[in-house]
């Protein structure tokens, strides 16, 4: 079998943007909602059995109480914002396995139901639904656990990540930790753009293994003493921002791969579509049940 694991709050903000505005008579904003829930549809009808969406039910983490300069919610438009527990209720309606996060982040909770994954023998490969630079971290060297941007239709497997950016998935927290993550939050370090750090830690792999005079590099980096000098005296803050950029793979989600089984939408689904002014997508979800059962 094969899992999705998807980032419904990457759906959510994406469909937001991408889609118009849809208020129903009651004067609710669910556009987002509406057609982040069509897109699981879709997933669904081009063949998905197992399927996981992780949610940011508390849009802060344990990584606020690390940093202040971390991601918070107060940039989150209001209309959007609103449609977060929404979007949740929708899904589990539609009979789909949901990772609502409070102390950690969706980021989290899919890097965590993929290593769960990957580990069940059933399972031929897990495809992290999303593109997001924090979770190339969790592409395996077996390919059983890739990356898919489902609206780009490409998948990232080890060499992928590497193509893309300069270094393999478990050296990604210590790129991102120098070159900074400004979607998170994560200021980087002066001088360390993507190129120079890629150029680092392909060699070195880890922060703390990065030699602290540039004069013991076995590398050529433009820069190396200036960046060799940052590095010497901001290294704490560096290893602190790998700490934000590292997903926490112990986040609560299924404990066993067949809890992710779809098996058809709940009754309520029906009454909850009806208020987004959306009853075609009962429609086929009940159409597609019945030719699964």
């Known amino acids: 079998m094969e899992v999705y694991l998807v980032d419904g709050t990457y759906e959510l903000f994406r469909h937001h943007f991408a889609v118009p505005s849809h208020v129903t008579d009651e004067g609710v904003e ?21 399927v996981g969406v992780a949610t940011d039910h508390v ?37 789909l396995a ?56 490409v998948v990232y497997d080890w060499d992928g990540v590497i193509d893309k950016f300069g270094v393999p998935p478990p050296s990604i927290p210590d790129w991102l930790a120098l070159v900074g993550d400004s979607a998170d939050g994560i200021p980087g370090l002066s001088g360390w753009g993507p190129r120079s750090s890629a150029k680092v830690l392909s060699r070195y792999g880890h ?3 990065i030699p602290e005079s540039h004069n013991d590099w076995d590398v050529k980096v433009r820069g190396a003493e200036r960046l060799a000098g940052t590095l010497a005296t901001r290294r704490n803050d560096a290893l602190l921002y790998r700490r934000l950029a590292t997903l926490d793979l112990n986040a609560p989600v299924m404990a ?36 699964r059962n």
Not at 31 to 50: D, I, K, N, Q
Not at 259 to 275: A, D, F, Q
């Open 256 to 291: 066993d791969v067949e809890e992710l089984r779809w098996t058809g939408p709940l009754v309520h689904l029906v009454s909850m579509c009806k208020h987004l002014d959306a009853p075609r997508l009962v429609g086929r979800l009940e159409k597609l049940a019945e030719t």
């Open 30 to 50: 669910v556009a987002a909602a509406r057609a982040a829930l069509g897109s699981m549809v879709r997933l669904l009808e081009a063949g998905a059995t197992h």
């Open 207 to 209: 922060i703390e293994l």
């Open 59 to 95: 849009v802060e983490s344990f990584r606020n109480r690390l940093f202040d300069g971390y991601k918070t919610g107060e940039a989150t438009p209001p209309e959007l914002f609103t449609q977060f527990a929404l979007f949740e209720a929708l899904l589990e309606a539609a009979g």
């Open 98 to 153: 949901v990772f609502p996060m409070v102390e950690h982040e969706a980021d989290d909770a899919l890097g965590a139901a993929a290593v769960k994954a990957a580990a069940d023998e059933r399972v031929q490969r897990v495809l992290i639904c999303t593109p997001d630079k924090d979770l190339s971290q969790c592409v395996s060297a077996d390919s059983r656990i890739v990356q898919f941007d489902r609206r780009r239709e």
